[in-house]
Nanobody, 116 residues
Framework: QVQLVESGGGLVQAGGSLRLSCAAS????????MGWYRQAPGKQRELVAT???????NYADSVKGRFTISGDNAKNTVSLQMNSLKPDDTAVYYC??????????WGQGTLVTVSS
């Protein structure tokens, strides 16, 4: 069974940084893509960033230039470095992976709170 476990969330002041990690139960290159999504209170879950084939990245416009997604194959982890955080970045952040034909798994989520 494929599992994803997120870590690294917490409370930070606006302008600060956090690094989220997502540990996968298998080689990250075995996935078609991996990504980070977030869901703020009262809002729909939205895409933050994706990593395809271990190197191609895609970002939501709202985080471009501030967030960086990266993969570490040796550790089976995908990380999200978040800089210049804003209160609007407050959300539960979820790790996601796709593989095979429409197979998908989600992590349990980690809360990021940015205070003003």
């Amino acid at each position: 069974q494929v599992q994803l476990v997120e870590s690294g969330g917490g409370l930070v002041q606006a302008g600060g940084s956090l690094r989220l990690s997502c540990a996968a139960s298998r080689n990250i290159f075995s996935f078609n893509d991996m990504g980070w999504y977030r869901q703020a209170p009262g809002k729909q879950r939205e895409l933050v960033a994706t990593l395809t084939n271990g190197r191609n990245t895609n970002y939501a416009d709202s985080v471009k230039g501030r967030f960086t997604i990266s993969g570490d194959n040796a550790k089976n982890t995908v990380s999200l470095q978040m800089n210049s955080l804003k209160p609007d970045d407050t959300a539960v952040y979820y790790c996601n992976a796709h593989w095979g034909y429409s197979r998908e798994v989600w992590g349990q989520g980690t809360l990021v709170t940015v205070s003003s």
